[in-house]
């Protein structure tokens, strides 16, 4: 089983819909949980960054952490086109090391 | 405040050869980690530098090196190149301290492509 379970996608919304992206994890030790966004040609994008469980809202971002299913969320509200892009999950724990997902393919149709 | 830099953005290099990518991070950002991404594998941590020493390293052959140098900046050398080792190389800074801070700001990029 690989440490981070990312859904490549492509998804495809149209605009003004919330979008739900997810990763699923395996290593109970994890304890910091971050979303980055990554356009086409650029480095990734630091959008959110939540320490243990709990829900951080930031603009149209809304991420949620559920330590005890292993699971966190991310879910932009209105789309935009702009907002398409490839979406990172990455975590880590007590080691520092951080461990990303593959990465999902957002479209956002206008 | 300038951004993350990486040089060269694009390098076409044969099986055998070896390579040296350069990052300088964000001025007084005395962190820099290297990550290699690849359609397959994603994004993977290469190692970490702070103050000119290897903090971290991730679980990749010993032909992948790196260093620092006083003024933060880094390089990053992969000796014996195979073709896997195609991939986008990033680089990514932060303003860390004693922990490992998750606000990192990455660069552009250099694409390796080995042939």
């Known amino acids: 089983q690989k440490e981070v379970e990312q859904d490549p996608g492509p998804l495809s919304v149209p605009e003004g819909a919330i979008v739900s992206l997810n990763c699923t994890y395996s290593?109970?030790?994890?304890?910091?949980f971050m979303w980055y966004r990554q356009y086409s040609r650029k480095g990734p994008e630091l959008l959110m960054y939540?320490?243990?469980?709990g829900n951080k809202e930031d603009g149209r971002f809304t991420a949620q952490v559920d330590k005890s299913s292993k699971y966190i969320s991310l879910f932009i509200r209105d789309s935009q086109p702009s907002d398409s892009a490839t979406y990172l999950c990455?975590?880590?724990?007590?080691?520092?090391?951080?461990?990303f997902g593959k990465g999902t393919r957002l479209h956002i149709l206008p | 405040k300038a951004g993350v830099t990486q040089t060269p953005r694009y390098l076409i290099k044969t099986r055998g050869q070896q390579v040296t990518l350069s990052c300088s991070p964000i001025?007084?950002?005395?962190?820099v980690s290297w990550y290699q991404q690849t359609p397959g594998q994603g994004l993977q941590f290469l190692f970490e530098?702070?103050?000119?020493?290897?903090?971290n390293k991730g679980n990749f052959p010993g032909r992948f090196s790196g260093r620092q140098f006083s003024n933060s900046r880094s390089e990053m050398n992969v000796s014996t190149l195979e073709l896997g080792d195609s991939a986008l190389y990033l680089c990514?800074?932060?303003?860390?301290?004693?922990?490992?801070?998750?606000?990192?700001?990455f660069g552009p990029g250099t694409r390796l492509t080995v042939t």
């Open positions: 290593n109970s030790a994890f304890q910091y």
């Open positions: 530098y702070f103050s000119e020493t290897q903090r």
């Open positions: 939540t320490y243990s469980s």
């Open positions: 001025s007084g950002h005395r962190s």
């Open positions: 990455a975590m880590s724990g007590r080691d520092d090391k951080i461990i």
């Open positions: 990514a800074s932060s303003s860390t301290g004693r922990d490992l801070s998750y606000e990192q700001y």
